[in-house]
């Protein structure tokens, strides 16, 4: 069988079907955006995420010193997903004879960035020999008070959805990314200068992603519990369908309420794409989606930056756009595939 038959979730849930947990310590195993290990007074998450040389970066365009923030901040934001306080980090690196002792010192100099950010030590790792180009793996734990882990299967019908920040930009800063690649690589000429005028904001959501770090705080201190939660790394739809899937529950998203930032609507205009669908799933945006019950509305509707889109359903109703005339269309996770 082929891997892309059955894809990277299908890959996982095959390949982890028959492992139960061992030990009375694990409260939850693969599956989620982190796994939770009970400890005493506090349960301790820990997450883990492998990025490749061309296929996850291209390092024409990405800076050493971007790559490691980013690096860093892809597995914070899964710590932040589950509700809680990032704290460690082991980072490996696998690195082939073209690097340079400077070159790794400013992936370095990124990745420590993000860490003293959001309060996380680099506490270990390992350096291999790769004879292509650069492999990254990074391991991220954090802590969270005992029951208060938000997993992806807490969601219920009449839940509100919500989504920090605005979608999209990610996605559209890397096609412009590409397309200045394609005529730098067109051009041959070594002065040759991109033109990012006026679009430095989604430049910078690809580069340099932030994790929702004080979203979790804000929420703790509005005493505004999600009943799940997800980090839109693949893209929104790909992500709620995670949480219907998890939950056993349908959803309906409202075209009009997915907030988007007027750059990436001008940038998607530029390129002639559909801007929901750029919005839905274009991935990368690394903003937090998470439900909260129907009785918090009153808390969350205020919020600055947290935007209500949509309300669960019974499953029976099914994942569903509703678009701004009304109609619904069923909602198809198109966003990244790892196979």
Known sequence: MNIEEIG????????TK????????????VGDDCAVMDFGEKQVVATTDMLLEGVHFDLTYVPLKHLGYKSAMVNISDVCAMNAK????????????????EQLEEFYAGLYLACEKAGVDVVGGDTCAS??????????MGEVEKGKAVLRNGAKPNDLICVTGDLGAAYMGLQLLEREKKVFESQKDPDF????AGKEYIIERQLKPEACIDTVKFLKEKNVVPTAMMDVSDGLSSELMHICKESGVGCRVYENKIPIDYVTASMAEEFNMNLTTVALNGGEDYELLFTVPLSEYDKV???????VIGHVTDASEGA??????????????????AF
Request: proline share 4%; with cysteine; aromatic share 6%.
């Open 8 to 15: 990277e979730f299908g890959l996982i849930e095959r390949l």
């Open 18 to 29: 028959d492992f139960a947990p061992q030990n009375k310590t694990t409260i939850k195993g």
């Open 86 to 101: 990032p704290t460690q980090m082991l980072v490996s690196l696998g690195v082939s004879s073209r690097f340079g002792v």
């Open 131 to 140: 004879l292509n180009g650069l492999s990254i793996s990074i391991t991220c």
């Open 193 to 196: 200068q991109p033109d990012f």
């Open 301 to 307: 509707k205020g919020l600055e930056g947290i935007h």
């Open 320 to 337: 569903r756009l509703v678009t701004r005339d009304g109609a619904e269309i069923e909602l198809k996770a198109q966003g990244w595939k």
